[in-house]
């Protein structure tokens, strides 16, 4: 486990199963995250169905994009969201409803 400088009360779980959201990664070996939907520093849990595998950099993007929806109460511009791939846009939305409803 890899503490996450951005959030101290977060861990970054790897593991080597595939990344859910890009096909083709540079370089080839790599070793992916477990991403937790609902972040668990936000309250969500620690469970198989609030979990996704995600590359580094997908997981960076979720987070990022999350922060937007977070800063504008859901409502993120196409501006902002062409910044990031059709998968990261999901999950990213997913862990907002999750959030804002504090529910599965």
């Not at 595939?18 to 992916?32: D, F, G, I, Q």
């Not at 580094?56 to 800063?71: E, S, Y």
């Not at 059709?86 to 997913?94: G, H, S, T, V």
């Not at 907002?96 to 599965?104: D, F, I, N, V």
Request: proline residues 7%; positive net charge.
């Amino acid at each position: 486990m890899i503490v996450n400088p951005a959030d101290p009360h977060s861990q970054i779980r790897t593991t080597s199963q595939p990344c859910l959201l890009h096909s083709r990664h540079l370089p080839e070996t790599h070793v992916n995250h477990r991403h937790h939907i609902w972040p668990l520093g936000e309250g969500g849990p620690d469970i198989e169905d609030n979990i996704v595998v995600v590359c580094a950099t997908g997981h960076g993007n979720i987070h990022d994009l999350l922060r937007h929806f977070k800063m504008l109460g859901g409502k993120v511009p196409y501006q902002i969201l062409r910044r990031y791939s059709y998968k990261e846009r999901e999950f990213a939305e997913l862990g907002y409803k999750r959030l804002t409803r504090r529910a599965m």
